[in-house]
């Protein structure tokens, strides 16, 4: 028997309940990022002194919203960038 020809090689099987729970993981995923990413946008709408408050300054929140992609959260930009400044 060769290599290929060995079962126990190459792609195990995906059960049905897998796969459907590996789908919902991904979609709760992005509905969270998405989530996240108005909440984030809507602090752009507090004053500078309320931002200062809790550790953020408006180019934060510009710089992560800006680099962060469609489906990427953007608070974890702002909380790693609220750590490095404590």
Do not use: K, Y
């Not at 992005?30 to 507090?46: E, F, G, I, P, S």
């Not at 489906?71 to 790693?80: A, I, K, V």
Request: charged letters at 30%; a positive charge; one cysteine or more.
């Amino acid at each position: 028997m060769r290599v290929i020809d060995d079962p126990c090689t190459g792609a195990l099987p995906v059960s049905r309940s897998s796969l459907w729970i590996s789908v919902w993981t991904a979609f709760v995923s992005v509905v969270r990022n998405r989530l996240n990413r108005r909440q984030v946008a809507r602090l752009d709408h507090m004053t500078d002194a309320e931002l200062f408050d809790i550790g953020l300054t408006r180019l934060d929140l510009h710089s992560a919203l800006g680099e962060s992609h469609f489906f990427e959260d953007p608070s974890r930009r702002l909380r790693r960038v609220r750590t490095l400044r404590d």
